[in-house]
Nanobody
Framework: QVQLVESGGGLVQPGGSLRLSCAAS????????LGWYRRRPGKQRDLVAT??????NYSDAVKGRFTISTDDAKSTVSLEMDRLKSEDTAVYYC??????????????WGQGTQVTVSS
């Protein structure tokens, strides 16, 4: 299994920046995808950004403002958030997809970290 632990959330003013980190442990060698999702108040959880074999996908809402990155071992996935807006307020979840030797895929989620953008 894979364990994901987020950190870095907090309160930030509009226009500010925040960096989220997710530490992955366990069978990280089997991770095929890492990324971030978020759940905004009153809304469903949706995509922020994902990385699969160095292919990066951003939601339109964050493209140009957020940057996802990982280390070579896939032990850490980070989300650099710049020019934050109040609409970015959400619980942010680290996400990983593990591809087993059987090629069956499993999704793992972190506990989430709260990001609040407010003046």
């Amino acid at each position: 299994q894979v364990q994901l632990v987020e950190s870095g959330g907090g309160l930030v003013q509009p226009g500010g920046s925040l960096r989220l980190s997710c530490a992955a442990s366990g069978y990280i060698s089997e991770i095929s995808t890492l990324g971030w999702y978020r759940r905004r108040p009153g809304k469903q959880r949706d995509l922020v950004a994902t990385m699969t074999n160095d292919n990066i996908n951003y939601s339109d809402a964050v493209k140009g403002r957020f940057t996802i990155s990982t280390d070579d071992a896939k032990s850490t996935v980070s989300l650099e958030m710049d020019r934050l807006k109040s609409e970015d307020t959400a619980v942010y979840y680290c996400y990983a997809v593990v591809t087993a030797a059987s090629l069956r895929q499993y999704a793992y989620w972190g506990q989430g970290t709260q990001v609040t953008v407010s003046s």
